[in-house]
């Protein structure tokens, strides 16, 4: 890929990556963000993060489909630090709207809503990938360790995906199209590396 | 105490939104319809062929009349906002699904059935119900479970003035609600695994309380579909789902009935689930509410016990713990 196209495509991802922000601020600016703003705000934050979340983990399966599509894994990074990015606004407003920064209401919400505890679980599992992400992590890391430690996404995800379930009611199913996409991500790894076993035992005979 | 004086305006008196929402749609119309010299008649004709159902689920206007009943020094949610966040999970479990998939309900002719432990079973039309006493304006602060409330200018009368028309047993201890059901018209009832038609139940002392209202309206209007039209029950002490929509059943029995949201999940709907900033929900912390419409940093205020009506309901429970039978 050219240099200029890939300049190019990263803005536009940019872009689309800032836009649920954008109608946030724009919202919140213009006093237009719906009857209920304090969880428009918290809503739109965490299914940003979610789907985005969702993005990043189809990179590696879909890039893997095609050599001409190899590219995809240069935008890994950057989606993943997206999904940091509303992960954290979405803490933020758990912070200050729901808990008005007193340390004992979140302690209490912490420790008594176990929805709440799934979606602190997620955050401190995705902590640790966001501060390593940089070049200079990745080499001071090794490549093996690194992989070795991003491999909490996965458990980062589906931590994710309990949150969501247990913070709906009881009976809402909601949340059954996101985990379904996840469940063919998450599946997607061990089917292609099974193939491509095969495939190579095929050749080998 | 917020009950006392009513307000000197009756809602009744209040231009009704329906007329200026019509107002503004038919001047947005004529502004392209004196271009084409069309006369207002026809103007207002073919707006309504145009939008038919506007026109169609339009709300009509009721007579009211005054109630010591109502809570002032409340600032009024917006017809807005209680017309388009609703939680009416038969038409769809987003706030906003109500307001754009309620249309379809038949609110005319409609009848309540009044059954169980009375002296003989009735039929009421809706026009029976709406005859029966004088509707009363009553403001109300509305408190969801979810933690988030609004203020509601109400339409109705004491739902014990419908009671005693219905003659109930000595054995009759608990009254219960049963809502519309049928699933061709309520084609979201499956976005959630509730089992239908949406129940709900009061004690006899809590359904005779004069502040349990049998409501017919807002904003001096007739109810819009996704706030419970044609008839609903309004009990403003406990968290909103106890207060069903679109009842066409009223139940007299004997034992405590069984309701919809304490039958998906006894450990977070209690059969009570009066308004109480002490008594957490699993899910959420009740001391504090979000109003609706204000901006975010304006939103949360603290919830009160018994949503502020503690003096006209405290009474009737007396001796219970309400830590145990929330």
């Given at each position: ?11 536009v ?5 800032l ?9 919140a ?12 705000i ?16 189809a ?40 808990n ?20 602190m ?18 080499r ?45 991500l ?8 099974w ?11 | ?16 939104p ?5 107002f ?41 009349v ?27 479990v ?44 009553r ?13 509601i ?8 003035e ?58 001096g ?16 002490w ?11 059943t ?53 919830t ?23």
């Amino acid at each position: 890929m050219k240099r200029s196209t890939l300049i190019a495509l990263k803005t536009v991802v940019w872009i689309a990556c800032l836009v649920p922000f954008g109608f946030l601020v724009w919202g919140a600016v213009t006093n237009n963000l719906g009857p209920d703003a304090t969880a428009e705000i918290a809503n739109t934050t965490g299914l940003s993060a979610l789907w985005m979340l969702a993005i990043t983990l189809a990179i590696s399966p879909v890039r893997r489909l095609s050599v001409h599509l190899a590219w995809l894994i240069r935008f890994r990074r950057l989606m993943g630090l997206f999904v940091f990015y509303y992960a954290s606004l979405h803490v933020l407003t758990w912070l200050a709207l729901y808990n008005n920064f007193s340390i004992r209401s979140m302690l209490d919400d912490v420790t008594k809503r176990r929805f709440v505890m799934a979606g602190m679980g997620t955050y401190l599992l995705l902590l640790p990938l966001a501060l390593t992400s940089t070049n200079w992590a990745i080499r001071k890391l090794g490549g093996k360790n690194w992989t070795r430690l991003h491999w909490l996404i996965y458990p980062a995800a589906i931590c994710a995906t309990i949150h969501y379930w247990w913070k709906v009611k009881t009976g809402v199913l909601e949340p059954a199209p996101y985990t379904l996409v996840l469940l063919v991500l998450l599946l997607a790894r061990p089917v292609m590396a099974w193939s491509k076993r095969r495939r190579a035992r095929a050749v080998s005979v | 105490m917020l009950i006392g004086k009513p307000p000197d305006i009756p809602s009744s008196e209040i231009t009704p939104p329906s007329a200026y929402r019509e107002f503004m749609n038919r001047r947005r119309f004529l502004k392209g319809a004196a271009a084409a010299g069309a006369a207002a008649l026809a103007a207002d004709r073919v707006a309504r062929l145009i939008e038919p159902g506007r026109v169609a689920f339009a709300e009509t206007k009721l007579q009211t009349v005054p109630s010591p009943l109502t809570t002032t020094g409340e600032q009024l949610t917006s017809f807005e906002d209680i017309t388009h966040y609703n939680n009416f999970y038969e038409f769809g479990v987003d706030k906003g699904d109500p307001a754009k998939n309620a249309g379809g309900l038949p609110t005319r002719p409609w009848t309540v059935k009044v059954e169980g432990k009375v002296a003989k079973p009735l039929t009421f039309s809706i026009d029976d119900l709406l005859k029966l006493r004088p509707l009363e304006d009553r403001v109300y602060r509305h408190r969801c479970v979810e933690a988030w409330s609004m203020v509601i200018p109400w339409v109705g009368y004491s739902l014990s003035e419908f009671i005693k028309q219905c003659d109930p047993l000595p054995s009759a201890k608990y009254v219960q609600f049963l809502s519309y059901f049928d699933r061709h018209v309520e084609k979201w009832s499956g976005e959630s695994t509730i089992f239908w038609p949406y129940s709900e139940g009061l004690r006899m002392d809590e359904a005779m309380n004069p502040l349990t209202l049998l409501t017919f309206g807002l904003y001096g209007d007739t109810l819009p579909n996704q706030d419970g039209a044609p008839v609903r029950v309004v009990v403003p002490w406990k968290y909103g789902f106890k207060s069903a929509k679109s009842v066409v059943t009223v139940r007299f029995v004997d034992k405590q009935p069984s309701t919809t949201w304490n039958d998906m999940a006894p450990n977070e709907y209690g059969f009570y689930s009066n308004v109480n900033p002490s008594v957490d929900h699993p899910r959420w912390s009740q001391k504090r509410e979000r109003r609706i419409g204000l901006p975010f940093y304006a939103q949360w205020r603290d919830t009160l016990m018994f949503n502020g009506y503690g003096d006209q309901v405290a009474s009737m429970y007396a001796g219970m713990n309400l830590r145990r039978d929330y």
